[in-house]
Antibody, heavy 119, light 109 residues
Framework: VQVLESGGGLVQPGGSLRLSCAAS????????MTWVRQAPGKGLEWLST????????YYADSVRGRFTMSRDNSKNTLYLQMNSLRAEDTAVYYC?????????????WGQGTLVTVSS | EIVLTQSPGTLSLSPGERATLSCRAS???????LAWYQQKPGQAPRLLIY???SRATGIPDRFSGSGSGTDFTLTISRLEPEDFAVYYC??????????FGQGTKVEFK
């Protein structure tokens, strides 16, 4: 099992960025997938979970309306579209595989991609 | 929102000693859907325990989880040098948002 994030970088406040997460080694379509972030020197924050094929997407209040999670099961890839970025969105963003279709714990994590929001 | 409070914030121990980490929830965790993760500097978190007491694949048996309802414990029976890290608990029950504790750092004494 492998998950690999990409797309991080430096963006100005109010800007947008799209993160990708390429997954392999498991049946992508039948597992929920999740984004978690970690601000510098801080703890872990759950952001959003997208259930398996056709299932619901859930968001934390801190990103609802600004971030949109999507998945392309034909490409085994997860996305996080981040709009209206703020300085407090600066963090390492992790993609994680959930253990089942609807959600559950996070059994495999990527190495993370750093997003820096600064002028 | 279920708030998870971990204690202590920092645990100073020596290799070979026993580590006991606590995670207390502000309300009962559905079906004991409580996980523990280990994170080392510069690395991604790694799943240790799920369902409060089940070890994840490849996790040594010196790691054990216990508890139910609102009180959970991660025990490391004999610390190895590679166990010095930050540990997070997380609830993944029916109550959204899924939340993490603030972490307990296990450091060399």
């Amino acid at each position: 099992v492998q998950v690999l994030e990409s797309g991080g970088g430096l963006v100005q406040p109010g800007g947008s960025l799209r993160l990708s997460c390429a997954a392999s080694g498991f049946t992508f379509s039948i597992h929920a997938m999740t984004w978690v972030r970690q601000a510098p020197g801080k703890g872990l924050e759950w952001l959003s979970t997208f259930g398996g094929s056709g299932a619901t997407t859930y968001y934390a209040d801190s990103v609802r309306g600004r971030f949109t999670m999507s998945r392309d099961n034909s490409k085994n890839t997860l996305y996080l579209q981040m709009n209206s970025l703020r300085a407090e969105d600066t963090a390492v963003y992790y993609c994680a595989k959930n253990n089942d279709f609807w959600g559950g714990y996070f059994d495999y994590w990527g190495q993370g991609t750093l997003v820096t929001v600064s002028s | 929102e279920i708030v998870l409070t971990q204690s202590p914030g920092t645990l100073s121990l020596s290799p070979g000693e026993r580590a006991t980490l606590s995670c207390r929830a502000s309300q009962s965790v559905t079906s004991n859907y409580l996980a523990w993760y280990q994170q080392k500097p510069g690395q991604a978190p790694r799943l240790l325990i799920y369902g409060a007491s089940s070890r994840a694949t490849g996790i040594p048996d010196r790691f054990s989880g216990s508890g139910s309802g609102t009180d959970f414990t991660l025990t490391i029976s004999r610390l190895e040098p590679e166990d010095f890290a930050v540990y997070y608990c997380q609830q993944y029950g029916s109550s959204l948002p899924w939340t993490f504790g603030q972490g307990t750092k296990v450091e060399f004494k």
